[in-house]
């Protein structure tokens, strides 16, 4: 089992939907959460943590679910702007001390006019 | 944000010849430094462990003789892809954490350095 897991897409909408990406993790020690966003030949860019209690930024909304080992995003109101690779990354450690990053392979989303 | 910068942004070079690749944080001191792999539509893949002043921790199947990683200061990392094959043909990623610490993990990214080896 791959250690994350996210549908590869891609999901094509048009602008002003809403759309929600799922990511799921095998590790169950994982502690930190991200959603990163990644434009085509670019690096990626942290776009959100993700916290237990779940967390909003705007037209972003993330939420955790340890015990399901499950990560999910939800974009409202979709810009073309928004038309990226999304990529879901976990984290073993927590707080300061050393910690690698996994990525998932990331969700294409393509928003349309 | 913080920001990383990473150089050559594209090389292109021969089979067998040695590609150097610049990493380096602009506006803090980088403690940890990371190098990644991303392979078209393939997720980025951690390659190395690189802390100031000490030896680069390899993840399993990276060639630490291959890929030689120097991080001599608190502000560059540098990784060398040795006697470059087709194979090696990548993007590779640097990421620098800000050794203030802080609540939450934050590793920068560097803009990435995409290899052509013909």
């Known amino acids: 089992r791959k250690e994350v897991e996210q549908d590869p897409g891609p999901f094509n909408v048009p602008e002003g939907a809403t759309v929600a990406f799922n990511c799921t993790y095998s590790?169950?020690?994982?502690?930190?959460f991200f959603w990163y966003r990644q434009d085509c030949r670019k690096e990626p860019k942290l776009l959100m943590s993700?916290?237990?209690s779940g967390n909003e930024d705007g037209r972003f909304t993330a939420q955790l679910n340890r015990a399901s080992q499950y990560i999910s995003l939800l974009i409202r109101d979709s810009k073309l702007s928004d038309s990226a690779t999304y990529l879901c990354v976990v984290s073993s450690t927590y707080g300061g001390s050393q910690g690698n990053l996994i990525f998932g392979k990331g969700t294409k989303l393509s928003v349309k006019p | 944000g913080a920001v990383v910068s990473q150089h050559p942004s594209r090389v292109i070079c021969k089979s067998g010849t040695s590609v150097k690749i610049e990493c380096r944080s602009l506006d803090f001191q980088a403690t940890t430094m990371f190098w990644y792999r991303q392979f078209p539509k393939q997720s980025l893949m951690l390659m190395a462990t690189s802390n100031e002043g000490s030896k680069a921790t390899y993840e399993q199947g990276v060639e630490k003789d291959k890929f030689l990683i120097n991080h001599a200061s608190l502000t560059l990392s540098t990784l060398t892809v040795t006697s470059a094959h087709p194979e090696d043909s990548s993007f590779y990623i640097c990421s620098a954490r800000d050794g203030s610490g802080g609540a939450r993990e934050t590793q920068y990214f560097g803009p990435g350095t995409r290899l052509l080896v013909l």
């Open positions: 993700v916290y237990s």
């Open positions: 590790n169950s020690a994982s502690q930190s």
